[in-house]
């Protein structure tokens, strides 16, 4: 059974479809790390449950170490959790990541010795998609990115978050309905996340896909998603599910309304104590 | 030319000019050596002769078997055995002192087992550079980063296209490193041995003319492989600059 779910208080609207369909779910997921040499097993994550309705932007946020990424892990097929189910699209997901979704990671996945256009079309190559098909696909996501002018300039040559854009673009050409993204602009200045938070919004609006964002900064995940996961410190569970209530039609200005505040100020208020535990657990360890 | 090439071809060429001035002048006797200008008029007189290219032919024929041998499975080996975590944990301290190993002693052996023919020669080649390459197979893999092995997985790639597309290219730095040391022990392994095992080849014409006191020969000979060695390295670090450059954002 999924978290109770909390909406803010004078929220406007949101556009979120709660009668849209069930896309991905995850129920009763546990994910524990078996012991390795004397280190004891590592409980991660859960027991957790969580429904993604079809076409929402869902952000995960918690504590380091509360098991964001081992939940982003599960869903996509690449770690199989010790028990419970994940489905997407009504098909169990297991041991290999279904046709139709997309992981963006946090660290720089862009391979060093292909251009940024070769990059873009990896997915699509091994997909066996015909030539024109993929310079279509190709030159279209890389002019979304903004990366028409590098088109044939290799990663080294590009900023952290321009190899960011390459790696989303790599995704986006493969037109996912479940797009993962596992803080995918962690690396980047403040300035640049918001810009790039207005992308990612131009580009689920476009797609219509649903999307998971898994993200340690709170006002990211307020501005960007339809509904925000807290979870507590580890073993990561969802405490709340909070919906922001934001209109489909958003970018990075409502971070200047007073209700942007408000939330991120509730989103804290859940998180704080967890933090502290996780904190807790860190120094602990370090003694 | 960048600074330091310049000053690179003037080592060279400085040193040339120094043994020439040496070997011209008598400090160093003609029986001892004779001139690097004459040991060149050698070898393009052998060249012209066309004495040269057999045995030519014969030795990079070789040295191009140990050589891909030794590529080939070594990639092939290091992807097994790192493959095989436990496997390579029992294997380290054998790798580690591999070259501790004399491997001409072995020859008899394998001329009992493939009878005087190429075979043991290209096989003892294959020895010498087949160990470099796994050892550098195996270090360019555990530095292929995680994330990228996870791309191969979201694009539901086999193991075999993951190693061919996203392992190879990742690690070909240093695999790089393995394909020069290859190189450079293939020559080593294959020419050594044409001086003990063999009845034709440069290292045995060089073994025949030292025997013989045909110091121009020998001296020829010895030219060809030095500057053979020197250009195919040369141009495999050129190779291995450039790409370099690319990944380190440079064009």
New interface residues.
Partial sequence: MAASVETMPDAPKTMRDIHAPVHASVAGVTRIFPAVGEQPPVHALGPLDLDLVKGEFFAVVGPSGCGKSTLLEVL?G?SAPTEGSVTFEGQPVSG??P?G???V?Q???S???LTVWDNVA??LR??GFDASEITRRVDYAVGFMGLADFAQA?P??LSGGMRQRVCIARTLVLQPRLILLDEPFGALDQQTRLLMGDELLRLWRETGATVLLITHALDEAAMLSDRVGAMSARPGRFIELVETGWPRERDSRIVSEDSFGRLTGHLWSLLREESMKASGHQMGRQK | MSKVGWIRLAIVLGSVGLLEILCQSGVIRPLTMIPPSRMAVELWKLGASGKLAPPVTKTLGNVAAAFILSVVFGFIAGLLIHALPRFRRALDPLLASYYAVPFFVFYPVLIVIFGMSDLPIIIIGFLFGVVAMIINTLNGLDRVPTVLLKVGRMNRMSALQTAALIKLPSAAPYLFTGVKLAVAYSFIGVIASEFILSGSGIGYDIAYAYNNFDNRTMYALMLFILTTVTALNMALYIWEQRMLKRRQGGR
């Fill in positions: 996509a690449l290999q990541v046709d979704v997309g992981v990671f660290e720089d996945a391979f060093p010795w990896f997915g091994r997909a290799y080294a040559q």
